[in-house]
């Protein structure tokens, strides 16, 4: 049954409220919730090629090519499991709609190693006493 006029309307200024509101929520909920496919379809191609090489280097009773099975099996169903990363916003969003640059100031700082994080977190714990 489709929605009246009324519905609609309200429908639509819903809409606008939550994009108003959050712009990142509302993007997050609009995008397209398609899985990539062809990730499936190579992570199942490449599970079988290794699960093959699995068995073959089994039967041969080569230790070397069923180690190498194995880890293209793994590879495989990793890449077809696992998100693709995407990268961080490119700008800001105004209030009107439009978007800018991200400021210097508002972008991520350089990485910092395991290690550098854990210093700074004892140190933070640790200038408190």
Do not use: C, N
Request: charge should be positive; aromatic fraction near 6%.
């Amino acid at each position: 049954m489709p929605l009246s006029e009324y519905e609609q309307r309200v429908l639509e200024q819903m809409e606008r409220q939550l994009t108003s509101d959050d712009p990142r929520l509302a993007t997050t909920l609009t995008s397209s919730g398609r899985k990539p496919v062809w990730r499936y379809v190579m992570g199942g191609v490449g599970a079988l090629a290794g699960l093959l090489l699995l068995v073959i280097g089994a039967a041969a009773s080569l230790v070397w090519l069923g180690v190498i099975g194995f880890l293209v099996m793994f590879a495989a169903v990793a890449v077809a499991f696992t998100k693709p990363r995407k990268s961080g916003p490119a700008g800001v969003v105004r209030p009107d709609g439009s978007t800018a640059p991200r400021p210097a100031a508002a972008r991520k700082p350089a990485k910092r190693g395991f290690m550098d994080r854990m210093e700074e977190r004892w140190d933070r714990r640790h200038d408190g006493q």
